[in-house]
């Protein structure tokens, strides 16, 4: 439940943060008066300068960029291929592969059904809790009752709290969400 309602939060956090960004980033299709006048300038000024390049300095220009293009495309994060396992990594997978199935050879009738029959129930588990975090998105009205009545006692409680009290819920909440959150994977 908490964990699905961090990682709600947490998407549209970046999603406004991005979305943000982008506006400021983007460049205006119908800019300004003034501002088509300022990239009318630049533009002109680019092509004088281009224009008194010697020969040389052209080349020179042109490796320059070339070569901040490959270093740009060889970084991990713009690498179409970054997601794919290292030659090392994939042979490890390998290995484990060939064990797992070694294994599994080597499984009489009974372990193999014993084994089957853990998978099933780990995946009941996990259909169980998701279906649990997708509940607290609709809740009922009487669970919607009983969250009003839990945070008034909550309320209340925290207002017969000392300092130190609230300090120690506070630390405690926080390591209940940072806990959370390496479960999560974050």
């Known amino acids: 439940m908490n964990k699905l309602l ?11 943060s991005v979305a943000a960004l982008a506006q400021e980033q983007s460049p205006t299709l119908n800019p300004t008066p003034a501002e088509a006048a300022k990239l009318k300038a630049e533009a002109a000024a680019a092509k004088a300068a281009k224009s008194t390049m010697t020969p040389e300095e052209k080349k020179a220009a ?35 592969a060939a064990a797992a199935k070694a294994a599994k050879a080597n499984m009489t009738a009974q372990k193999k059904q014993a084994a089957t029959t853990q998978k099933q129930k780990d995946l009941d588990d996990t259909l169980k809790n998701c279906e649990n975090d997708i509940g607290v998105l609709n809740p009922t009205p009487a669970q919607v009752a009983q969250m009003k009545a839990d945070a008034a006692a909550a309320k209340a409680a925290n207002a017969n709290m000392t ?16 806990e959370c959150t390496k479960a999560a994977g974050g």
Do not use: H
């Open 62 to 96: 042109t490796a320059r960029k070339q070569k901040d293009l490959e270093a740009l495309s060889k970084t991990r994060e713009n690498d179409v291929n970054a997601l794919n396992p290292t030659p090392a990594q994939a042979a490890q997978m390998k290995a484990d």
């Open 163 to 178: 300092a130190a009290e609230r300090k120690a819920l506070n630390a405690e909440k926080q390591k209940v969400l940072l």
């Open 6 to 16: 961090a990682a709600m939060i947490a998407g549209a956090l970046v999603f406004a």
